[in-house]
């Protein structure tokens, strides 16, 4: 016999079960827009149905259905696309930092501008060969030391510059660091939470989504590997493990640095600093260096003219020694603009003429010029009269004040090929002019920008594609939602209709049968 109350408990389950459902469309049309928020399914099953009581094996065929139950409530995510999302979002943060790092270079070189190197270089120039119009104007000197002044300052507040952009970097790395920690502790602490709850037979969605939405951050500062097992995530970042169920390693810069020296560490937003800091800037700063010590001092030939006087004490250093006054035209290889300023003689006067002084120094007293101690000769700053445009002496052995041989000799070099020895750096040694040099310098920069620009913008457009599609299995659509809740209630509905009706019967079986003839 069946039970007079069965189809109550039916209905009882259903209504149950459907509110559990509308409850959950409910959870996932509030967090339609929340980042991570993956949507959430009821699983329903059909009731664990009873066979009709009786005594042995009844003879009524079938078995009773006792309704629907739920058995979880779970969110739909696709580890695949996690995966992908991951591996790509670590590309979009190692050339998103590259390409910031390229633009802030590109705007401290500031080319092609009227205040760009390339402009003060040229206006070095351009006094000179002023100058050599006119060797005893006070004016074209004063031009010409204000023309210097420019271009070491050019050079010292690049290199200003790049030493605070690789100094950001540094900082930056560390602030990645500290990030990394603050996510690793978070990702622990989410590990013993979801174990602890999910060991109760409950499942911990929202929990889970949040420990997604750290690991997506985390993907893009750094490669990262992430297994999951009884105890949780085991993350691991540049091959180290920084997270095992509970605990979490806590990340140094160093450690960072390591690993990617190791090469171990090969993306992400980490990855783009320390090749931004330790390739393009120091490349950069390598070239820009060697342009100001071969300005100075890189070796070059130039075209002594007949009848020049060399001070004794340079003639005998040159390659290859001369003796004045030169009887022809000699070509003889000099040390930079410093050792052709030393050939000529200044307007000082005395006995024996006062010959001309290395035109630049250095301001730490390195024997080695670079972009950031290049500096003025002071003794030419203080007086003009230092610099030297003679090459002539008179037959008392007087400086010719109005010879501009060297001053000639000095605004030629801008076409004058220098020699840049790289050696130290793994360049070997070339030879160009210094304009042509610092144009490759700028054109190379230029190029590794653009195609930066380039993987960013590509390596971009695949993330969104990955999320897109990622999105279309676990996001929320409010149409399908609204659909769900439709569907629900009604089933809710019905159920509740089933168990008025049901009431009904009862009431008619217990309070009107059995009257009839009273």
Known sequence: MRSTFHTLETSKRSLFTQQAAINTVGHNIANANTRGYSRQVVSMTAARPIEAYGIGRT????????????????????????????????????????????????AIINEPSDAGLRSVLAQFWNAWSDLSKDPENVTGRKIVRESALALVDAFNSISRQLNDLSADLTTNIEVKATEINTILSTIASLNTE??????????????????????????????????????????????????????????????????YQNGDLNSGEVHGMIVSRDVYVAEYRRQLDSLANTLATGEIQVILPAGSYIPQDIASTLNPPIT????????????????????????????????????????????????????????????????ATSMRL????????????????????????????????????????????????????????NRMKRNMLNSQMQLDQVESNRQSVSGVSLDEEMSDLIRFQHAYNAAARLMTSFDEMLNKLINGTGVVGR
Do not use: C
């Open 394 to 449: 008179d037959a008392g052995g007087a400086v010719v004040r109005g010879n501009n041989t060297l001053a000639l000799l000095m605004s030629e070099l801008k076409d004058t090929r220098f020699t840049f020895d790289e050696t130290s750096s793994g360049n070997g040694v070339t030879s160009a002019t210094l304009g042509s040099y610092y144009n490759a310098l700028v054109g190379e920069i230029g190029v590794i920008a």
């Open 324 to 387: 004045s006054p030169l009887a022809s035209n000699t070509v003889v290889t000099v040390k930079g603009i410093n050792g052709l300023h030393q050939l000529g003689y200044t307007l000082e006067g005395g006995s024996p003429p006062a010959s001309g002084l290395p035109f630049f120094t250095t301001s730490d007293g390195s024997s080695v010029f670079t972009a950031g101690n290049l500096r003025l000769n002071p003794a030419i700053e203080a007086d003009v009269n230092k610099i």
């Open 194 to 259: 979801i174990r602890r709850i999910e060991g109760l037979g409950d499942k911990a969605n929202d929990l889970r989504d949040q420990r997604d939405v750290l690991v997506d951050d985390l993907s893009r500062i750094a490669n990262v590997s992430v297994i999951e097992s009884e105890t949780g995530y085991t993350i691991s970042i540049g091959g180290v493990t920084v997270v095992d169920g509970s605990t979490a390693t806590t990340v140094t810069a160093q450690m960072l640095v390591d690993a």
């Open 59 to 106: 003879t009524i065929p079938g078995q009773l259905g006792t309704g629907v139950e739920f058995t979880d409530i779970r969110r739909i995510r696709t580890a695949f696309l996690d995966d992908q999302y991951r591996n790509q979002n670590k590309l979009v943060g190692t050339y998103t930092v590259q390409a910031d790092t390229l633009d802030k270079l590109e």
